[in-house]
């Protein structure tokens, strides 16, 4: 078996592959041009895409050469899904999130040495290609039963499934096909909800061209109750920090259950088999500690924020709750607070108490009120004793914003619009 799939394996990055000694064989070759794709269905890619971006680094780091494909021709389509059809976004919308995505996805990989990587986009191909030759060239290769057969396509058959999500598989094969011609790439990889389309491609190439060559998926992320890993109460943990704090990111991961931490661990951190094994008897012997969980949230907001914007989302976990000076920290890093305890906005001066109530600690004036009389409010981690005081300009942190904390762990907070 090939050193690097014996890694990833253990890792738990393979759920399905295209002949694994075949593969192997083909690695042990010498650099293997490999790609991946992202469709800009959203301005943004998130913690599931994040799986594959850091599947293609070791990949990389093994010596073989990555292919960044983002697709502005795939993305306006969109790959069916269960839930029904993708809304159809503007050519021009698409287009701007294909350039946000390529900025996001060009981070996780090196463009300098001799297996460099090279950004693609499918848009370049697929719109020179007339309907016509389309159909002739690429659809005369596709059973319209082995489509059918096709789990996602077979489950919305009762509800309904237009032609032009029915026909996405025909363009994703296509950019394989296009890309093995063009640069000889031989190793396709994604998520397991993406094995149909991966092995099409490879089936592509084999019936029109008469080549071989392989696929890989890695399985879907779940949580330890089988539900999909990346979703929160909130929504979508996204790479963008704009759409998910850097803040809320680092506390994601940080969150972590002991039953699936260290498998998370192996998938998004590059510490070796002897690290991760030791933090998973520090789990076992200690989880109180959360070594790993911290070890875990440390490895990957460093790798997709940087260890600067880690540390001061680190700085403000402790701070929020009195083990740090929220003094300390700086106004960028508030706004991700702000926005993940869900801070309320107030206009001009008000009260502890109208503060307390739009911050949503407690549910009116008087239990308010009573907070502060019995010593369980906090102002910026001071404790407030005059149920009057005004929270003006010097009090705020930067002159905007209000830490608020009920007890020991209710946090909320406010803002001066």
């Known amino acids: 078996m090939n050193a690097t799939l014996d890694d990833l394996a253990w890792r738990g990055l393979i759920a399905h592959s295209t002949d694994r000694d075949a593969l192997a064989a083909h690695l042990d070759e010498g650099p293997v041009k490999f790609y991946v794709g992202f469709d800009p ?33 795939t993305g ?17 919308v ?33 719109s020179q290609m007339s309907v016509l030759d389309f159909l002739r060239d690429v659809g005369k290769h596709f059973p319209v039963n082995r489509m059918l057969a096709r ?80 979703k929160t109460e909130s929504g979508t943990v996204w790479l963008d920090e704009n759409l998910t704090s850097v803040y809320a990111f680092y506390q994601f991961f940080l969150n972590a259950e002991d039953a699936k931490v260290i498998d998370y661990l192996k998938v998004f951190s590059f510490r070796s088999r002897e690290e991760i094994e030791a933090l998973e008897q520090a789990t076992i012997d200690a989880p109180y500690k959360r070594e790993a969980q911290r070890a875990l949230a440390d490895d990957v907001t460093d790798l997709v924020h940087g260890r600067a914007e880690r540390e001061a989302a680190a700085a403000a976990a402790q701070a929020l709750f009195g083990r740090g000076e929220l003094q300390e920290l700086s106004a960028h890093t508030l706004d991700g607070v702000v926005r993940e305890v869900k801070g ?21 004036k008087g239990a308010a009120r009573r907070a502060v ?45």
Do not use: C
């Open 41 to 73: 269905t959203a301005q943004s890619v998130h913690t599931g895409n994040l799986v594959q971006l850091l599947l293609a680094r070791r990949l990389q780091q093994a010596g073989h050469r990555p292919f960044m494909l983002v697709g502005g021709a």
């Open 76 to 92: 306006l389509i969109g790959d069916p899904k269960e839930a029904g059809e993708r809304v159809m976004n503007s050519v021009d």
């Open 94 to 126: 698409v287009h701007g999130w294909v350039d946000k995505i390529r900025a996001q996805v060009e981070r996780f990989v090196s463009f300098e040495g001799d297996n460099a990587a090279t950004m693609v986009n499918n848009y370049d191909w697929t």
């Open 151 to 230: 789990d996602v396509v077979a489950r919305r058959l009762e509800s309904g499934i237009s032609y032009t999500e029915f026909s996405y598989v025909l363009l994703q094969s296509m950019d394989y096909r296009e890309l093995n011609r063009r640069h000889g790439v031989t190793l396709q990889t994604g998520g397991s909800d993406q094995w149909g389309n991966l092995t099409a491609g490879v089936e592509l190439i084999r019936r029109s061209d008469q080549g071989k060559v392989h696929a890989m998926a890695t399985p879907l992320l779940t949580k330890a109750d089988g539900t999909k890993f990346g």
């Open 344 to 364: 309320a906005e107030v206009a001009g001066d008000v009260t502890i108490v109208d503060a307390l109530v739009a911050a949503g600690l407690v549910d009116s």
């Open 373 to 417: 009389a019995e010593g369980g409010a906090y102002l910026n981690n001071e404790k407030v004793t005059d149920p009057e005081l005004l929270l003006t300009g010097e009090l705020l942190l930067h002159g905007r914003y209000a830490i608020l904390r009920r007890g020991r762990k209710t946090v909320g907070a406010v803002v001066r619009g």
